[in-house]
């Protein structure tokens, strides 16, 4: 039992698979690295970064594979309306980052709701708005989560705010996996930060996103779930009543790394264990204080922006030590031993193959692919509503 959960696991129902009417043919959706074909002119050095190895699918399709689904892969690019009217799958397993325009997130999720397909993961608008920080941020400071005071920069001479003191950090706006994230992104002074912006701007096409600078230590955690989960999962035991599993709490110390405290595309691109590679810390060693404080944060972060499923939140520490949410990623790297979810999964005890059916299955519940657990009939005596039937959580 993982100390980050000890003791909150009680009253749970018991683990049992949903009956299916059949098996079913999943798709595979991403886009892969192609390390033969030359980027074109105008995208910056690390355009493509965030796309997977065709290993990372062929792990994903064995772990569909050993529940007796048919799977498929299918690159995610301007043929996949036609490959998918010639593959007819019963649901897409997405993990496609997307191409080009401003939220290439929900692009493949937009496209199968206009064809109707089911599909697990987040929907159109929450791919959307957590691939841009900025409205991310907007957001969950409405909802009074901590984050890094910011500014967003368009244009790149906009005055910068009072209060934002140097050191700040610079990031283009819509981008992940460390893309435009080296040394550099740290700036000290009004010359670096203008040099940097227009860098950011003029490279990623995009905005460039202005935070302060976090000095503190970095982690990162991992939500499976939505309200309804135990009606659907095949492993209810896993979550809390509120529906929501919050796995524990993974440290990423990049002081030795390639870039000394910046987790960025160098850093991400290194093997677990190598030279340069930062060190992964699952559960990280902290206080249980500031580990349930994660876990809530992310489990907050999760629900304030309408996840489904499952998500990743980034932190680190301010000067303070206090928490501040940098993004979430709604399509989390699931590279087996390597991704950050993949890393805290297995030190929940859940097998690889268990987090992939896990995903497949809770994104075929919400299009009817399968049945809900039997509920037991409340007692009039006893409590009104069910233990297995929790209330959507309040964001
Ligand atoms: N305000 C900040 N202060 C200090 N370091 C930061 C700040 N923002 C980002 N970083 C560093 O840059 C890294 C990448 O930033 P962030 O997580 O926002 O982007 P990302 O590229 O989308 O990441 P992911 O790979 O998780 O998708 C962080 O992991 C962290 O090391
Ligand atoms: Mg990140």
């Known amino acids: 039992m993982n100390p980050n959960t000890q003791g909150k696991e009680t009253e749970k129902p018991p683990s049992s698979t949903?009956?299916?009417?059949?098996?079913?043919?999943?798709?595979?959706?991403?886009?892969?690295?192609?390390?033969?074909?030359?980027?074109?002119?105008?995208?910056?050095?690390?355009?493509?970064?965030?796309?997977?190895?065709?290993?990372?699918i062929d792990h994903i399709r064995a772990a569909i594979e050993t529940d007796g689904h048919k799977t498929l892969f299918i690159q995610a690019d301007a043929n996949l309306p036609y490959a998918l009217k010639d593959a007819k799958p019963d649901i897409c397993f997405n993990i496609a980052e997307g191409l080009g325009g401003d939220a290439r997130e929900a692009q493949i999720p937009a496209l199968l709701e206009l064809l109707k397909i089911p599909y697990t993961g987040s929907r159109v608008l929450t791919n959307a708005i957590s691939l841009d920080k900025t409205l991310t941020k907007r957001i969950w400071r409405d909802r009074r989560l901590p984050v890094a005071p910011f500014q967003e920069f368009t244009f790149g001479d906009e005055p910068l705010r009072p209060e934002l003191h140097f050191p700040l950090f610079v990031k283009p706006a819509r981008e992940g996996t460390g893309m435009g994230v080296d040394a550099r992104a740290v700036v000290n002074n009004e010359a670096e930060l203008r040099e940097r912006v227009e860098y950011v701007i003029r490279m990623y096409h995009q905005p460039a996103l202005v935070e302060v600078f976090l000095p503190g230590r970095e982690f990162t955690v991992g939500v499976l779930g939505r309200y309804d989960t135990v009606l659907y999962s095949r492993h209810p035991e896993w979550y809390n009543k509120d529906g929501f599993l919050r796995l524990p709490v993974l440290e990423l110390d990049s002081s030795?790394?390639?870039t000394p405290g910046v987790y960025g595309i160098e850093a991400k691109a290194q093997s677990v264990g190598a030279e340069g590679a930062p060190d992964y810390l699952c559960p990280a060693p902290i206080d249980p204080e500031l580990c349930k404080k994660l876990q809530h944060l992310a489990y907050r972060a999760h629900v304030v922006l309408g996840a489904l499923d499952v998500s990743r939140t980034?932190?680190?520490?301010?000067?303070e030590g206090n928490p501040r949410l940098l993004e979430i990623n709604t399509l989390p790297g699931l590279t087996p031993g390597y991704s950050d979810l993949c890393i805290q999964a297995n030190a929940q005890g859940i097998s690889y193959e268990d987090l992939i059916l896990e995903i497949l299955y809770l994104g075929a519940s919400r299009f009817g692919l399968v049945p809900p657990r039997e509920i037991p009939t409340p007692q009039p005596s006893k409590k009104k509503t069910s233990p297995l039937l929790p209330k959507p959580a309040a964001s």
Do not use: C, M, Q
């Open 18 to 56: 949903p009956r299916l009417a059949r098996k079913w043919r999943v798709a595979v959706l991403a886009n892969i690295k192609e390390h033969d074909k030359p980027l074109p002119p105008d995208v910056p050095p690390d355009a493509g970064a965030d796309f997977d190895y065709i290993e990372t």
């Open 256 to 258: 030795r790394s390639v």
């Open 314 to 319: 980034d932190f680190r520490l301010d000067a």
